[in-house]
């Protein structure tokens, strides 16, 4: 993870330590990595997605408007 980006959200090693627990008690050990491979499907389906987009052409834009 971005290091920066942890020190603006003020996210120190306890703080990320407690959030892993909960998480980890909420969902359990079995779901985890689940919980895992739906998120990377998710992410790289989001991604598919915006590269689709970009290589579409945009319809011009109608003059006069």
């Known amino acids: ?3 920066t980006m942890l020190a603006i959200a003020g ?4 703080e990320l330590i407690i959030i892993v627990l ?3 008690l909420l969902f359990g050990a079995t779901r985890l990595p ?7 499907q ?3 389906a989001f991604r ?3 590269e689709e987009g970009e290589r579409e052409p945009r319809p011009k834009e109608v003059e006069g408007k």
């Not at 996210?11 to 306890?14: A, V």
């Not at 689940?34 to 990377?40: D, H, P, R, V």
């Open 1 to 3: 993870m971005n290091q």
């Open 11 to 14: 996210l120190g090693t306890p």
């Open 22 to 24: 909960v998480v980890f």
């Open 34 to 40: 689940q919980l895992a491979k739906a998120l990377g």
């Open 42 to 44: 998710s992410k790289k």
């Open 48 to 50: 598919e997605g915006i």
